[in-house]
């Protein structure tokens, strides 16, 4: 998955690859309604935009919304990319299918908000800043039969994740998993976790999960 990757924007990683994956895996005809939620390069929005989807992309960083124009454009596809936080851009629409990689990696001394390049993995003390805002608005964004696929990692409670879709009305499962070394920021903080309980004292690599949730018809 090649994509141009400006300073301080999330580059495509495991996680991003494994989404890839399950959004292959999904019935797209030509003009389904794909939204990608915090775009970082625009990679998952142009495998969308090549699967014949019609395709919007939105990220809070500047950095990150020109990256994917340049993506965009360079590939010579169709993506609309709009620079907001989350689903504020599209307030009011609704999707066939809505990808999101979000930060989710859990965070000593977390702020409010986490700041610079940090705030593209960093998500609260939990690993749940953002996981939860999008289980609570991405379900009122899908059309009948509309699909959210969700990555994020083992240590961010998958089954909290599960839990929120289902409430709010999805049929929701963890459709793929892989385990992946630990990353530089993982790495940085694996003292920490072990102490929370999160890790066991060996352990070096993390498991991610997708999770796919469909709105029933």
Sequence with gaps: M??????????????T????????????????????????????A???????????????SWRAVWTARLNAWLNRLPVRIRRGNLFGPVRGRAY?????????????????????????????????LVLDRLCRDAPGLLRPGGVLLLVHSALSGPDRTLELLRAAGLKAAAVNRRWIRFGPVLRSRAGWLRERGLLAPAEESEELVVIRAERPC
């Excluded at 142009?46 to 809070?60: F, H, I, K, P, Q």
């Excluded at 979000?102 to 610079?116: I, K, Q, S, W």
């Design 46 to 60: 142009l495998e969308a935009a090549r699967l014949g989807a019609e395709v919007t992309a939105v990220d809070l």
């Design 96 to 128: 066939d299918v809505i990808v999101a990689n979000p930060p989710y990696v859990p965070a000593p001394d977390a702020g409010p908000e986490p700041r610079g390049r940090s705030r593209a993995w960093d998500a609260g003390h939990d690993g749940r």
């Design 17 to 44: 690859a494994l989404l890839a994956e399950a959004l292959r895996a999904e019935p797209m005809p030509p003009g389904a309604r794909v939204l990608d939620v915090g775009t970082g390069s625009g990679a998952l």
């Design 2 to 15: 090649n994509a141009l990757v400006l300073p301080g924007v999330y580059a495509p990683q495991d996680d």
